[in-house]
């Protein structure tokens, strides 16, 4: 049996070559430093230089010899995005951080403001509320709203806060920018939301209105799901993932409440944030989008 490790350092690499040693047959997927390691321990080679796919050594990798198969190209949007998508997610160490906020409050508050704001062509949608309780978090943790430049070795502190969000369109994922939020109160998140997100699912989005983002949240609140892990949009740190707020127990003053709460999932890149502000931020969130009041004051 032959045996793939990909990339020839760390512990994969280590592992493999321990295994050639003692006469298996290894391939590795290596690139630079670390395919001359290999080769100066004398072990065999195979594999290209600068790949990063994980190669199947049996004969299983054609699924048109085993049966009948269609073979549909993948879409423009998709050949972008997904070539976005590969390259954070191997060159981005990514932790993801889980929590749940009390949304029960702001669901009420919510329906009492929906009647209104749709008479102004508003559709007040949960997520309105938590862009703006991003913007409020980002406020008190500017680490989040960073990026590292070229070099690896400064961080860049924004003093805007541009918030993408993901739009499931026809087309494919595409992250719509709403510029300025911190600039802009619940109503004006709300419709800057259905602006953008119709023009995603009509096509008409243009290349700025999808620039320039300083964190984005990936919401799949709509459609279902308890938690999932959003892979961080490049050169951003974090990125909020939101799944379906559901009626829950909770456990409050000797007695079980029930409460509708919202699953929390933040991604972010190691590099620049630890553990403990991961917690943090998304404790920080919860709370503020518990106590939603403070989230439908006019922006100063
Ligand atoms: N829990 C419960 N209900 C939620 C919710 C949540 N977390 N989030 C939204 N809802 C509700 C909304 O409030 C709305 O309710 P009403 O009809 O009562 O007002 C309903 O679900 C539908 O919301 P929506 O999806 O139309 O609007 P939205 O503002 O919540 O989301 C958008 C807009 C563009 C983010 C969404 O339509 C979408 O495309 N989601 C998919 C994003 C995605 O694909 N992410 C994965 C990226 S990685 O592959």
Redesign the pocket.
């Known amino acids: 049996m032959r045996i793939a490790v990909v990339g020839a350092g760390g512990v994969g690499g280590g592992f493999g070559a321990a295994l050639a040693k003692a006469g298996a047959d290894v391939t590795f997927i290596a690139r630079g430093a670390h395919l001359a390691a290999m080769k100066s321990q004398g072990l065999k080679i195979q594999g290209g230089r600068g790949e990063t796919h994980i190669v199947p050594t049996e004969a299983t990798d054609n699924p048109a010899e085993v049966g009948a198969v269609d073979i549909v190209p993948l879409g423009r949007v998709q050949r972008i995005s997904g070539a976005r998508l590969h390259a954070s997610w191997v060159n981005l160490p990514h932790v993801t951080q889980f929590d749940e906020a009390d ?1 029960t409050e702001l669901e009420q508050l ?1 329906k009492a403001l ?1 009647a209104t704001a749709d008479t102004a062509g508003i ?6 509320f ?1 862009v703006r309780a991003c913007v409020k978090a980002l406020q008190q943790f500017p680490l989040f709203n960073t990026s590292l430049d070229a070099s690896g070795e400064n961080l860049v502190y924004k003093k805007y806060i541009h918030i993408g ?5 026809p087309n494919g ?1 595409l992250v719509p920018v709403i510029r300025d939020a911190d600039r802009k109160d619940i109503y004006e998140i709300a419709r800057a ?2 602006e953008l ?1 119709g023009k ?1 699912r009509s096509g008409k989005l243009t290349g700025a209105e999808m620039q320039g983002g300083s964190f984005t949240i ?6 279902g799901g308890t938690a999932f892990t ?2 961080i949009n490049a050169p951003e740190v974090a990125i909020l993932g ?5 009626m829950k127990p909770v456990y409050r003053d000797d007695a079980f409440v029930p409460r509708m709460i ?1 699953p929390l999932s933040l991604s972010y890149d190691h590099r620049v944030i630890d553990g403990a502000n991961g917690a943090r931020f998304t404790s920080c969130l919860a709370k503020i989008i518990a106590d939603p009041h403070t989230l439908t004051e006019a922006v100063p």
């Open positions: 949304v919510r929906k559709k007040l949608t949960t997520l309105a938590i969000f993901a739009a499931d369109t994922l939301l259905g997100s995603a990936s919401s799949l609140g709509g459609i959003p892979i939101v799944s379906r707020a559901s919202l």
